[in-house]
């Protein structure tokens, strides 16, 4: 049985340093027939832990009536990730925020007459009933007994959104972990939110980061983000200034390594502010946290989902509820690397360049200490200096360069010389060649990496994996422009700078563009490059392809009797055909506040538009797979006076917009390789 632990720097797996890759799906979000598929999906992406909340109210709407059936059957899914070979975080509260009303506390436990997250005595009984209910359905699946359970965070954001600060924080975190092991839970990773103030009671502090801040109540463009210059400090100031603008550390940074289970993987938009998170955005900010020296890169969210339908109410943060912010009722798309309905998007291909590597290079990744130079930009508002920094160790690591900034267009940078702040044995200091950065660029290059019998001086070329066996192939690609160029007219060769132009022998460099290993899936000890998604299932590789689907019928509909009217909203009538195939997916092009998909005269699916010619795009067969449907599209108008941040916005006649522009289906296969 491995042995997990940490050190002060990184993870440790069998005493080794362990660099692995988390990202969050919550199950109850999305519908378990397909959970194996959702799962195999995010380790096709490079993921080697699944972390998830158990939302409360999810399971216990009404007091004394748990939940644990169908899609909210936590031990199934446990159980799924375990037989598709990954660990998992089970984030028990018993508060988590999430987006889910009341931050995830059912509504009778608001109507009693105790205080919550405090120390009151009521409160603790309550938790530790709700606790106990958890540990009955993870029994028996904790890493000490065979399963995938490897760690455990308690609370959420405790002493920051909410809850208790200093000695009185410290306690009540302590005093719930005590519980939570008194009652039986056991694992090698006990974790807590340390962002903003939060108190962690002594547990393993984890980190987070998001490209903007969606929960912001300003309606205007925010301060940009000073996740993408480099730094020390671990705290995004950002993360829940719903709630209350973020604050200082409160543990010592010198004992813990630097984890994030909170960065960003999107956004999830809210009803006044709707920033659209891209691939770059994700990728540039996964790349600063490297260079700053992160050592476990854990994604919130990695696969979206849909709120479950409640017995009593919706079960989305929302205003009438007391928060400051409105959710979709249904939708927790968030943008993420996998969306909603399961379809891979660009920033999942993003995400992957990293994970590869992480994979492959990670163990030594995890020993080299973050050096960022002085001369670093101090502000994320600074477009004029070059952001970089250095990972290193024994003269050998990583240069890491970034020149984005969302929303915000950086200076160019011709024939920049890096050179390494830690000089060789014989006083000599290496140089990279001198490169051209553009606005936009991100990048991280080798400094003195062994491979084989020769040394890699330099490279211009950023690692992604190593294919291993008898005549191992090391795989680079071309990160920035300039790299690329160089590839086209001189030829792979002159991106290498072997020591004594010596090549190593017995393997093969294999350089590819940043297009080709963005398509690229390393499967049974192979590289394969394909523009589709390949998973890696019982042995075999399939891989899901799209096609054109059938036409699908539109119409304005003006039927005033329909059970949800409203005058002031818009509706269209949508015919789908039976169909075949794995999914179908429509693609309704729209453009106004908000959507609604009603079926049989109830909600199913719901949507906020991000700007203009805004697509919204849904996945059939959790609906029946091959049925046919008959939908009925509601569009709220967006009016010229509506209080909403939108990036870009659509045109309006006479002062308003609600139109359906257009729809089209594609049909989706599994086709076995």
């Known amino acids: ?96 925020h999430g987006e889910v009303r009341n931050g995830g506390f059912p509504d009778w436990l608001l109507a009693k ?53 200093g000695e009185e924080g410290e306690y009540h975190m302590q005093r719930l972990t005590t519980m939570a092991r008194h009652i039986g839970f056991d694992v090698p990773y006990w974790t807590a939110t340390g962002w903003g103030g939060a108190v962690t009671g002594g547990l393993l502090p984890v980190m987070g980061g998001y490209c903007e801040a969606p929960w912001d109540q300003r309606l205007t463009d925010i301060e940009p983000s000073g996740n993408y210059i480099f730094t020390h400090e671990r705290n995004d100031h950002n993360i829940g200034s719903d709630f209350r603008f973020g604050t200082g550390i409160t543990f010592d940074l010198s004992k813990f390594p630097y984890l994030t289970a909170e960065l960003g993987g999107g956004l999830q938009v809210t009803r006044h502010r709707r920033p659209v998170a891209t691939a770059r955005d994700i990728g540039a900010m996964t790349l600063v946290k490297l260079g700053s020296g992160v050592n476990l890169l854990g994604y919130y969210m990695y696969h979206g989902g849909t709120n479950p339908k409640g017995t009593l109410s919706s079960l989305q943060e929302s205003r009438a509820t007391g928060s400051i912010n409105d959710l979709p009722e249904l939708s927790y798309d968030f943008c993420a690397p996998i969306r909603e309905y399961g379809q891979i998007s660009d920033t999942y291909r993003e995400i992957k360049l990293f994970s590869y590597f992480i994979h492959d290079f990670g163990e030594s990744l995890c020993a080299m200490p973050a050096i960022i130079p002085e001369d670093n930009p101090g502000h994320p508002s600074d477009v004029n200096h070059i952001r970089y920094s250095w990972r290193i160790q024994n003269g050998s690591g990583y240069l890491f360069v970034n020149n984005y900034q969302r929303r915000q267009i950086q200076a160019q940078h011709r024939q920049v010389v890096f050179t390494s702040p830690v000089p060789e044995a014989q006083g000599r200091y290496v140089q990279f060649p001198p490169i051209d950065i553009n606005n936009g660029d991100y990048f991280f290059l080798p400094l003195n990496m062994t491979i084989g019998d020769a040394l890699l001086e330099t490279a211009l ?64 000890n192979r590289l394969l490059i394909d523009e589709n998604l390949l998973i890696n299932e019982d042995r075999l590789i399939y891989r899901y392809i799209r096609r054109s689907g059938p036409p699908i019928f539109l119409e304005p509909s003006q039927d005033t009797t329909l059970p949800f009217y409203k005058s002031s909203c818009k509706y269209w009538n949508i015919h789908v055909p039976a169909w075949s195939g794995e999914d179908m997916f429509i693609y309704i092009l729209w453009e106004g506040d908000a959507a609604t998909l009603y079926e049989k005269g109830s909600p199913i699916a719901d949507d906020f538009c991000t700007g203009a010619g805004h697509g919204w795009e849904i996945g059939l067969k959790r609906f029946g797979k091959g049925l046919g449907h008959e939908f009925i599209l509601e569009i709220e108008p967006l009016y010229h ?23 089209t289906s594609e049909l989706e296969y599994k086709e076995n390789l």
Not at 37 to 60: C, F, N, Q, R, T
Not at 61 to 72: N, P
């Open 1 to 96: 049985m491995d042995i997990f632990s940490f050190t002060p720097q990184y993870l440790t797996k069998n005493s080794r340093p362990w660099f692995p890759m988390m990202g969050e799906i919550h199950y109850s979000r999305y519908p378990a027939p397909f959970w194996k598929e959702a799962v195999l999906k995010m380790k096709a992406g490079g993921i080697d832990i699944i972390s998830s909340y158990v939302i409360w109210i999810h399971h216990e709407e009404i007091e004394g009536e748990y939940d644990f059936s169908g899609s909210k059957n936590l031990r199934a899914f446990i159980e799924t990730v375990q037989d598709c070979g990954l660990y998992f975080f089970i984030r028990i509260g018993p508060w988590c």
């Open 113 to 165: 007459p105790f205080p919550l997250r405090t120390n009151d005595e009521n409160y603790f009984a309550a938790v530790e009933k709700w606790y106990k209910a958890i540990y009955a359905q993870v029994e028996g699946l904790f890493y000490r007994d065979g399963g995938p359970i490897i760690g455990i965070q308690i609370e959420n954001e405790f002493g920051h959104c909410g809850g208790l600060g």
């Open 461 to 524: 070329v950023t690692p992604l994996c190593i294919i291993s066996g008898p005549h191992p192939q090391w795989i680079f690609y071309t990160a920035f422009p300039y790299a690329e160029e160089l590839l086209i007219k001189n030829g792979p060769a002159s991106l290498y700078q072997f020591k004594n132009d010596e090549w190593p022998s017995g393997c093969e460099i294999v350089t590819l563009t940043r297009k080709e290993a963005l398509n690229a899936w390393k499967i049974q």
């Open 641 to 663: 006076n509506t209080p909403v941040y939108l990036e870009s916005w659509p045109g309006l006649e006479e002062g308003m917009v609600a139109k359906c522009i257009g729809i």
